[in-house]
C-alpha cells in the first residue's frame, strides 16, 4: 500500500478475474473499515468467482464421464456383435471340417471299390481270352499292345 498526498492506491493480489491493471486509487479518509470493505468485497467476488470455476469444472467432468460411459457401452456392443460373429463363424468351420472328413472317407471307401472293380474286369478279360494266352505271354505289357 503506497500513500500520497490523501489517495491511497492498494494492490490486488491473486490470480481473480478483476479487471484493470491492479492497482485501485481509494480515497484515504483515514477510515480502516473502508479498507477493510473493499477488501472484503474482493475476497467475496474472488468465492464468487472460484465457485462458479469449480461448478463449470465439475460441469465438464461428468459430461467427460457421460461421455465415456456412452463409449464404454458401444464398445461393448461392438464386442458382442463380433464375438457372436466368431461363434456363427466357428460353428460354420466346424461343420465344413466334418463333411470335408466325412467325403475324404468316402473318397477313400470309393477309390478302394473302384480298384476291386476294375481288378475284377481284369480277371474277366483274362480269362475270356480265347487263345488262352495273356499279353505278356506274347511280350505286349499289360493290355498295351504295340507293333514294331
Known sequence: MASSSGITTT???????GSGSGL???QSSGSEP???HLMDQRKQKRMISNRE???RSRKRK?????????QVSQLRKVNDDIMANVSITT????????ENHVLQVQVAEL?????SLNDIIALIQSSMDPTGFTDEQYGWGSGNASYY
Open 24 to 26: 485501485y486509487p481509494v
Open 91 to 98: 460353428q460354420h468351420y466346424m461343420s465344413v471340417e466334418a
Open 11 to 17: 494492490s490486488s493480489g491473486g490470480s481473480g478475474s
Open 111 to 115: 477309390s478302394h471299390h473302384l480298384q
Open 53 to 55: 470455476s469449480a461448478r
Open 34 to 36: 473502508d479498507l477493510q
Open 62 to 70: 461428468q459430461k467427460h464421464l457421460d461421455d465415456l460411459t456412452a
